[in-house]
């Protein structure tokens, strides 16, 4: 039998436990995206970021992300509108130490004003990561939850550069919870 060397971040994993985080993610914006018109895309672009300076504070990531409209939105008076939205995404996660693949998945608010170019959001999801022990920290588990808060900046030709600051951490399930704080940048492009 043929064998393949393993991936970083996937040593003694198995092809069924590397693959079921991508099934699922799969399944679940297939299900979303056929499921009736009131469900389309609100934009879709990169996002890159790094946690803050000091010791133990020396991750980056860099990851692809697709934001759908839900079909929820209020009207906050005659100029404000809150907007339901689901996001994906999926990329890499890094210390000097090691790298791993990083999937979130999850809801979030984005509010606008008429007529003002600035937007703000924020939102909660499902983190789910290909390593959970790096040089400088063991985040005690695969399974994470990130929350974040944002400002964005809508620009001319649908697109919008944004900021956010966000905290993933395992919530207490684990003995090693030390959480991580990123500062987060994104260009993308609105539907």
Not at 67 to 93: D, K, T, V
Not at 140 to 159: H, M
Not at 177 to 183: A, D, M, S, V
Request: charged share 15%; proline share 5%.
């Amino acid at each position: 039998m043929r064998q393949f060397a393993p991936v970083n971040g996937f040593e003694g994993k198995t092809g069924l436990e590397v693959h079921r985080w991508g099934g699922a993610v799969l399944l679940l914006l297939s299900i979303i995206t056929t499921s009736g018109q009131s469900f389309s895309i609100e934009s879709s672009g990169a996002r890159v970021g790094a946690s803050p300076t000091g010791p133990g504070h020396e991750f980056h990531q860099a990851e692809a992300f697709l934001n759908l409209r839900l079909p929820w939105s209020w009207r906050l008076g005659r100029e404000f509108q809150l907007q339901s939205r689901l996001g994906f995404s999926a990329g890499w996660l890094g210390d000097p130490g090691g790298e791993a693949c990083i999937g979130t998945v999850g809801p979030s608010l984005l509010l606008c004003r008429t007529n003002l170019p600035v937007s703000f959001e924020g939102g909660a999801g499902a983190t789910g990561l290909s390593r959970d022990d790096f040089r400088e920290k063991d985040f005690g588990e695969l399974f994470q939850f990130t929350s974040y808060i944002g400002v964005n900046l809508e620009l001319p030709a649908s697109f919008r550069i944004g900021y956010r600051f966000q905290h993933m951490s395992n919530a207490g399930i684990s003995i090693h919870n030390p959480g991580l704080n990123l500062h987060m940048l994104a260009i993308s492009y609105r539907f």
